[in-house]
């Protein structure tokens, strides 16, 4: 929790530049009013004294009444400012959380675990993510641990072999069926589950082994694992985690069985006998000591176990385990190259005298009032040494289903993936292998594994210059697109440059934790970040959750992009609230991840569709929603302006007061709604195969200043085309008896209805993809537009309410005139003809990835019809000779055309991925020692007898139908790139 971080209120980019747009708007309003009130002031002093005959001065002279007009404007004007935007935007991510919540693709059901939108605010950023830093163990892991091998005074058990002898790996064993497995039946407590092939350990078990039976009893000791005893003589264990778990549950397969614990003893089942150790202390873990030791009494012999981080534990051994550290080292190296997660075992034996010296020394610490936790810190350090090496052990923990092709879809997407573990370098190196985060294509892989200060900064500077010197640029040229905050940003030919430069060198960078420290110093920390961002993979081992945060927090101080971090651990809290936006993976490590988070699933692999189909669409539904949404804001209002000219600046509505109230909830709020919530310009199977498709949300091609400048000058020359045509269309338009057609209210209603129109009709032009709501939301608003202004402008509602429906008769004269009903599809067509020219001159010349995209998608939609319409269908099954001819009638065509001619696709493989472990069998949490000590946490069997079981059975069968669905062939080829995209 020390390590967890200040929760920080997340806002989107869009959030920010929304609020800047509208306070421009604001100040846009300002100037419109004070224009207004100007010519105000002029039209009173010049032409306002010819009418004060009938409309005299209220105020003594022209200057107040321009005063007040200012304020009249602001009302009158007031719907430039979208108040509203702030709801709708609000509504629309609700519906996208809902579609994030209710995607059946995204249920994990071994879990019964769904995904899950924890925010409603950040939806539309995860279509922006440009750094994903991600945790390991449980992440990318599956987090269910099994002991693997183990090495014993020098002498490594746990290989795998065939008849012949010959050692095969894990993953080939299901060449070799006929190797046996070591029969651990004759044990009473033995696990069914429990698999291990190399009979040699088992022998020096029962052959009675002394450094044998010490490594196995330090793990049936050296832990905080709590024991439950069923009614039916069954034994489970509750672990902290699942490594602690397998530890223990190996020891109790070869004999060594944990039983029992109470404050102070623990009981074990050694061989079918039972021992009884007095518990004096538990060293517990943390993320600093990296290592745990219990202090135990048997037979007024007092011992020391303990198990922690190589690095660690061989530090504090004796003189007498130099050679045997020596051999270790080496079976580590070959453990974690292996990807398993190692840990190395250690004990010592201690005098009484020098214990009840030290333990008095301990209680005095534990019980300062000051500096409590370095006193404590410093004799556990004093007791912690001179040591015997026993051993070390290699858990496996496999990928889980789908990450190295999920990474692969990510990274062609322009997503830039950080793996930050506090796993050993080697095992870190495996693990980015296999899940190809690692290639053997890559120019070079950069270890930084330096201690010392000035090393570090040399090797970071050399890295730099290295890549540098590669890629054939200078120095001074700094990433990529996304350039450092303190640079030029103007230099756009070099930063085209770098991007192709980027596809064609690869680099990565692995760092250690011991070199992180110094490499995030603020004097070196920027060139550690531009060498970091030349390299398409960094990998951070050995790091602990501070420096997981303060890596985020680098990557956000000095570049202006969109970080993710995903993790499924306490120790990943930090990380997560220090990113943008922050996933939580319901995992074996609790629910402090997915309480801390922002989204959260069950499976790593769920990440690729939350970003590149969820993300990009949320988005890109965001992106037309808001630019739609301020054209038709200003398209609307800037009519009363242009009105001002022609009503001397008295601040008259050219619209009915109803129609500016019913104009943003009821004839064009709907349609905007349903584009915000239902509108895909391409399919969920196209946003994966193409991840190239979300690299325009990165660089907010989609919605910035240009484009709402667009969206302004869009509706500024609607506005302008609607007031002048209507008003030069119905000048001099006559009765049948010569008086006047046109009257103010006539023209604001003939003006209300083409904005309507126009402005519906363009939102019909936008939607790429419709649906029933769609159809239903724009025209319904075109009809309720036409039953209301029929039942507002009635004689009836006159009478009964003549002081507020004042346009009385209007749309009735309106539809009576036939200028009306042809000018209404000229201001159609002038409006929205060169819009839909523009865009299919666009589509032919320079079409956009996603409209060569969405043409593919039609094409595909067209050929699958055509294939299903030319089944062969068999009309008779008949034998006609000896030979067995068959009598069939195809109803089309022999031969399907294809429909993939014109594409070419790089297929992705979607086999199963090697096994690939993962290393450091540590958890950065602090355990449970100091509750066990204290007598917080009881033995279960001193808890209460006949506890009921529940039965509930698991609410799955709703969701089964989509287990684990994920993408299939059809859907899941290969993101290609622009140029290869041929349509």
Not at 108 to 118: I, M, N, P, S, W
Not at 577 to 601: N, P, R, T, Y
Not at 836 to 852: C, N
Not at 939 to 957: H, I, L, M, P, V
Request: net charge negative.
């Amino acid at each position: 929790m020390q390590n967890s971080g200040k929760s920080k209120f997340k806002r989107t980019s869009l959030d920010k530049l929304m609020n800047k747009l509208v306070i421009s708007i604001f100040v846009l309003l300002l100037v419109i009013c004070l224009i207004c009130s100007i010519c105000c002031s002029v039209w009173e002093y010049t032409y306002g004294t010819d009418f004060q005959v009938y409309l005299p001065w209220d105020q003594k002279n022209g200057a107040i009444i321009a005063t007040f007009n200012f304020f009249s404007y602001i009302i009158v004007l007031n719907t430039l400012v979208p108040i509203s935007l702030y709801v709708t935007v609000e509504l629309i991510r609700l519906f996208q959380s809902f579609w994030i919540n209710w995607d059946v693709k995204m249920y994990y059901d071994e879990k019964d675990c769904t995904a899950k939108a924890r925010t409603t605010t950040l939806n539309e950023e995860l279509g922006q993510i440009q750094y994903v830093f991600s945790d390991k163990t449980g992440t990318l892991t599956q987090n269910m641990m099994t002991f693997n091998k183990c090495s014993i005074s020098g002498k490594k058990f746990g290989e795998l072999k065939n008849k012949a002898g010959e050692i095969v790996t894990v993953d080939e064993m299901w060449k070799y069926k006929d190797t046996p497995k070591v029969d651990f039946s004759k044990n009473k407590w033995y696990e069914e589950s429990f698999d291990f092939y190399d009979e040699t350990l088992k022998n020096g078990v029962d052959n009675g082994d002394r450094q044998t039976w010490l490594f196995f009893r330090l793990l049936a000791l050296c832990h905080t694992v709590m024991a439950e005893h069923g009614d039916d003589g069954s034994l489970t264990y509750q672990a902290q985690s699942p490594d602690e778990a397998a530890l223990v549950g190996a020891a109790r397969n070869f004999g060594f069985t944990f039983k029992s614990r109470t404050p102070t003893t623990i009981t074990i089942d050694v061989q079918g006998r039972e021992d009884t150790y007095e518990l004096l202390q538990i060293l517990d873990f943390n993320n600093v000591r990296k290592r745990m030791s219990v202090i135990v009494r048997q037979n007024n012999r007092i011992k020391l176990f303990c198990k922690g981080a190589d690095n660690v534990v061989f530090e504090r051994l004796g003189e007498a385990s130099v050679f045997l550290q020596d051999v270790t080292q080496e079976h580590l190296n070959d453990f974690a190259n292996e990807g398993l997660r190692t840990l190395v075992l250690a004990m010592r034996d201690i005098k009484d005298e020098e214990y009840n010296e030290w333990n008095l020394r301990y209680h005095e610490a534990s019980t300062a009032l000051k500096d409590r936790e370095e006193k404590v810190c410093a004799l556990q350090e004093e007791i912690e040494k001179d040591m015997l090496l026993l051993g070390a052990t290699a858990i496996e923990d496999k990928l889980q289903d789908g990450v190295p092709q999920t990474i692969e879809n990510l990274i062609k997407g322009n997503i830039k993936v950080w793996v930050l573990t506090g796993d050993k370098q080697e095992t870190a190196i495996n693990i980015g292998y296999s899940c190809r985060l690692l290639t053997d294509q890559f120019n070079e892989v950069f270890v930084i594994n330096q201690t010392e200060e000035e090393d570090v900064k040399q090797i970071v500077y050399d890295t730099l210059d290295k890549i540098c010197d590669t890629m054939g640029i200078k120095n001074k040229m700094r990433c990529d697109e996304d350039d450092i905050v303190d640079e030029d940003d103007d230099e756009e030919d070099d930063k085209k440059n770098l991007e192709q430069l980027a596809s064609i060198y690869s680099f990565a960078i692995v760092i250690t934790g011991a070199s992180l420290v110094h490499a995030l110093q603020a004097d070196i920390e920027q060139i550690f970040l531009e060498a970091a961002c030349f390299c398409k993979t960094i990998i951070c081992c050995r790091v602990t959750p501070l420096q997981k945060a303060q890596v985020v927090n680098l990557v956000k101080k000095y570049k202006k992009a969109v970080t993710l971090a995903i993790g499924d651990g306490a120790n990943d809290v930090s990380m997560i609230k220090a990113a943008h936006i922050g996933v939580g993976i319901s995992g074996q490590e609790g629910m402090q991840a997915v309480l801390a988070s922002d989204f959260s699933f069950g499976q790593f692999r769920f990440l690729e569709r939350l970003l590149l189909v969820h993300g990009r669409w949320s988005y890109v539904r965001m992106s037309k929603f808001l630019s739609y949404f301020f054209y038709k804001n200003f398209a609307f209002t800037l009519s009363h302006f242009w009105f001002a000219f022609y009503c001397g600046f008295s601040a008259m509505a050219v619209y009915d007061q109803w129609f500016i109230t019913l104009y943003n909830i009821v004839f064009t709020s709907l349609p905007v709604i349903a584009l915000g919530i239902f509108d895909q310009d391409v399919n969920e199977d196209m946003c994966i195969r193409f991840p190239a498709l979300y690299k325009p949300g990165q660089k907010n091609e989609y919605f910035n200043y240009w484009v709402f400048t667009k969206s302004v000058v869009a509706g500024t020359v609607t506005s302008l085309t609607l007031f002048f045509v209507c008003y030069g269309t119905f000048l001099d338009v006559v009765n049948p008896d010569g008086t006047p057609a046109g009257s103010q209210t006539t023209y604001g209603c003939v003006l209300a209805t083409m904005l309507v129109l126009v402005v519906n009709f363009k939102m019909a032009m936008d939607t790429a993809y419709w649906t029933v709501f769609n159809h239903v939301c724009i025209w319904l608003s075109i009809i309720s537009y036409w039953i209301v202004v029929f039942i507002m402008y009635s004689d009836l509602m006159y009478e009964f309410f003549f002081a507020i429906f004042t346009f009385v008769g209007s749309a009735r004269v309106m539809c009576t005139m036939p200028t009306f009903w042809f000018s209404m599809p000229l201001v159609c067509v002038i409006l929205l003809m060169p819009v839909a020219g523009k865009r299919a001159i666009a589509m032919d010349v320079a079409p956009t990835l996603a409209e060569k995209v969405r043409i593919l998608q039609q094409q595909e939609a067209i050929q699958a019809k055509e294939d299903k319409d030319n089944v062969v269908e068999l009309k008779a099954f008949k034998r006609t000779d000896d030979e067995g001819s068959i009598n069939g009638k195809v109803t089309k065509k022999d031969k399907p055309r294809g429909h993939k001619d014109s594409i070419r696709e790089d297929g992705i493989s979607r086999r199963r991925p090697q096994s690939a472990g993962s290393g450091y069998a540590f958890s950065h949490q602090e355990g449970f020692g100091r509750m066990i000590t204290s007598g917080t946490i009881r033995d279960s069997q001193r808890r209460k007898k006949g506890r009921e079981k529940n039965g509930t059975a698991s609410s799955t069968e709703r969701r089964k139908s989509s287990a684990n669905s994920r993408d299939t062939d059809s859907g899941r080829g290969s993101a290609l790139k622009d140029e290869e995209l041929i349509v």
